[in-house]
């Protein structure tokens, strides 16, 4: 069985485009450790209904990846289309399976909440499902690595891991993007 992976990148496009990019260049152009499919600004018509940008991204983006990487920056938590990612991610219907998921502290997150320390993270900082999935020990989260090995194992890891560990999805959508400094149950 191949470690590469196809895998889809939920983040907040405004603010971490720039380290998505990185990413994408480094994992999967340079070193191959990754194929990235992930929704571009200008993808998707923002005047779509919810529930058709939902579908969308379900049945165009998310069909043929088996792990989903948040990248966790300072506000990516109050994102509804992350949430949204994160959701229809980890649901196994009849043309999507399930796939598997983690997430990665940005250095802006790290700089922001603990002043550069990368082994610390607040759960009520980061996307509510991913921190419910992080509890049910469906998801990992880790702090950014440039090393390609490295992040080639989380991701298999990840990979292996949906078959073996039932997500937590019982949460409610996000109905719009959030606000604050932290969320709340």
Not at 27 to 44: E, Q, T
Not at 145 to 161: I, K, P
């Amino acid at each position: 069985m191949s470690r590469v992976h196809k895998v889809f990148l939920s983040y907040y496009h405004e603010l971490d485009q720039a380290r998505k990019n990185v990413f994408e260049l480094r994992f999967g152009n340079k070193y191959g450790a990754i194929i990235s499919g992930s929704v571009n600004d200008g993808d998707i018509d923002p005047m779509l209904a919810t529930e058709t940008t939902r579908q969308k991204i379900r049945d165009l983006y998310l069909r043929d990846t088996s792990v989903t990487i948040v990248l966790v920056g300072e506000l990516t938590w109050q994102r509804k289309h992350v949430d949204w990612e994160i959701s229809s991610s980890i649901r196994h219907t009849e043309y999507n399976p399930r796939s598997g998921l983690l997430g990665i502290l940005l250095p802006a997150y790290s700089d922001k909440y603990f002043k550069g320390d990368t082994t610390k993270y607040d759960p009520h900082t980061i996307p509510p499902r991913l921190a419910d999935n992080l509890a049910s020990g469906f998801a990992t989260l880790h702090s950014w690595n440039e090393n390609a090995d490295v992040v080639q194992e989380w991701v298999h890891s990840a990979y292996l891991r949906k078959s073996r560990i039932i997500p937590d999805n019982g949460r409610p959508l996000f109905a719009k993007n959030r606000t604050g400094s932290r969320w709340e149950y």
